[in-house]
């Protein structure tokens, strides 16, 4: 990244004193310059000695409660809320207490649920709990319980909003405790696990869908139990049908989760362009503490990287275009704005990108909550 972003008149409306503010930027402009979770190497993309970089960084997230400031970035006027689960490979990590193995039985890691409100096609994160077999074990608390903890931060939040998930989330339990905080649920159904649903007769019924075609189904009982509507969708050109559950309008439900399918991509440039995957630290505070300051790089760079993107690609393209794309807008559409960021500023002259970043702090200071939401 040839240019780089100068975060501290960022960061500043993040932070509520200078010297933190500061420091925090010296951290998130060398995790962005090094692309890598590694204190080592971002130490070396500080200015100073790395030495003395290392353990600067050190110090820091030993003071800073940092997911609480990422809890700045949550949107208020979003109409939905995310929830991604993302498996962190850690195969060396043998002595680590926090890390357990994964869904496979066999690969040492551990999982984040990350939280993320959609902004221009992507996801901007909020939030975000760790755990694993290990953790699970120690602590006494199921997986699920892990998940009910990540969504308890968001209950003063949410208002009218629905949690958004994937089909590991389609469990009773889960259903049970979103109907007892009154919140709104988008859940993909995990069909291979042939759940049962029953009408108001009590009869049950086997939801299906014709290839190229849409069905719903209105006031069902899943398993039995919880009141849901549901609806599936079968496209053309895909192996098998899109199956949602919700208490929306089943339609507003379809068009909400399709939106989600998109902003996966964020997920995938924390892993692919930051390398998320790669954290390496002893505690599981520590780990946490880097999440966030890598979630907190990571939406400074998104929304600078959106500056950038629509500057170099125009504008943002309509959902149904009334004509076929144009090259240049192909891009728009195949490129994030984080990776843009990274790849490709050096196109731009330093005039240029002060005028770009101008723009960006404009709409980064929009997005900040006045006040820290207290996890």
């Given at each position: 990244m040839k240019q780089s972003?100068?975060?501290?008149?960022?960061?500043?409306?993040?932070?509520?004193?200078?010297?933190?503010?500061?420091?925090?930027?010296?951290?998130?402009?060398?995790?962005?310059?090094?692309?890598?979770?590694r204190l080592a190497r971002i130490a070396?993309?500080?200015?100073?000695?790395?030495?003395?970089?290392?353990?600067?960084i050190q110090r820091f997230i030993q003071r800073v409660d940092l997911p609480a400031q990422l809890w700045r970035?949550?949107?208020?006027?979003?109409?939905?809320?995310?929830?991604?689960?993302?498996?962190?490979?850690?195969?060396?990590?043998?002595?680590?207490?926090?890390?357990?193995?994964l869904k496979d039985g066999k690969t040492r890691g551990f999982w984040l649920l990350l939280l993320a409100t959609p902004y221009r096609g992507r996801a901007l994160p909020c939030g975000f709990v760790s755990y694993s077999s290990r953790t699970i074990a120690q602590t006494l608390r199921s997986r699920n319980q892990y998940h009910w903890l990540a969504f308890d931060q968001l209950k003063t939040l949410l208002g009218d909003k629905p949690l958004v998930l994937d089909r590991e989330f389609s469990y009773l339990e889960l259903l049970h405790y979103l109907r007892s905080l009154g919140l709104n649920f988008v859940i993909r159904i995990h069909m291979g696990n042939r759940p049962s649903f029953f009408d108001a007769a009590g009869q049950r019924i086997t939801p299906v869908v014709d290839l190229g075609g849409e069905a719903t189904y209105h006031e069902l009982r899943y398993l039995g139990q919880v009141p849901v509507h549901v609806i599936g969708v079968w496209r053309i050109g895909h192996a098998e049908p899109l199956w949602i559950m919700t208490n929306l309008a089943p339609e507003h439900a379809l068009r909400i989760y399709a939106a989600r399918t998109q902003i996966e991509q964020s997920f995938r440039d924390l892993k692919s362009l930051l390398h998320l995957d790669q954290l390496m630290n002893r505690?599981?505070?520590?780990?946490e503490q880097m999440?966030?300051?890598?979630?907190?790089?990571?939406?400074?760079?998104?929304?600078?990287?959106?500056?950038?993107?629509?500057?170099?690609?125009?504008?943002?393209?309509?959902h149904d275009p009334p004509h076929p794309p144009s090259a240049t807008q192909r891009k728009w559409q195949r490129y994030s704005g984080f990776f843009i960021l990274l790849k490709e500023t050096d196109a731009l002259s330093a005039t240029r990108w002060r005028q770009l970043q101008r723009q960006a702090l404009e709409r980064f200071v929009q997005l900040v909550m006045p006040d820290p939401v207290p996890p």
């Open positions: 972003i100068k975060a501290f008149s960022f960061l500043s409306h993040v932070f509520d004193d200078e010297r933190t503010a500061r420091q925090a930027a010296a951290i998130v402009e060398g995790i962005l310059a090094a692309q890598s979770p070396q993309h500080m200015p100073g000695t790395p030495a003395a970089n290392y353990k600067a970035l949550f949107q208020s006027d979003a109409e939905f809320v995310i929830g991604d689960p993302t498996e962190i490979p850690r195969p060396e990590a043998y002595k680590t207490s926090y890390v357990g193995k505690t599981q505070r520590y780990m999440v966030a300051l890598m979630l907190l790089a990571f939406s400074l760079g998104l929304v600078c990287g959106e500056i950038v993107r629509d500057a170099r690609y125009g504008a943002p393209i309509p």
